[in-house]
Nanobody, 128 residues
């Protein structure tokens, strides 16, 4: 059964760091692109970062998180990570990971509608 489970969210002060994990099961992680998205109250879901399928897969970041967030994957442990540094109050949201529906796409997109399978989300709150 295909499953994505996010973890690692929490409350952090501005300027702090968190590492989110997206644990995948039921499919071969390195065959698929994975995206991280977030949704704040009253706002639409937006793309944060993504990573294409392994072997030359690209990464992509929203302008708002470039140079602060880093996406990576650990295929041996079927997990994709989002390292978030220099967090700001505007980063507060529920963060979701999602899987692209088709395998072996090295390029990835930050469009939520391009993804089919979603995790349940993890809350990130940046506040002093």
């Amino acid at each position: 059964q295909l499953q994505l489970v996010e973890s690692g969210g929490g409350l952090v002060q501005p300027g702090g760091s968190l590492r989110l994990s997206c644990a995948a099961s039921g499919f071969t992680l390195d065959h698929y692109g994975i995206g991280w998205f977030r949704q704040a109250p009253g706002k639409e879901r937006e793309g944060v970062s993504c990573i294409g399928s392994s072997v030359g897969g690209s990464t992509n970041y929203a302008d708002s998180v470039k140079d602060r967030f880093t996406i990576s994957r650990d295929n041996a442990n079927s997990t994709v990570y989002l390292q978030m540094n220099s967090l700001k109050p505007e980063d507060t949201a529920v963060y979701y990971c999602a899987r692209h529906p088709l395998p072996l796409f090295r390029q990835c997109t930050l469009k939520p509608n391009d993804y089919k399978y979603w995790g349940q989300g993890t809350q990130v709150t940046v506040s002093s």
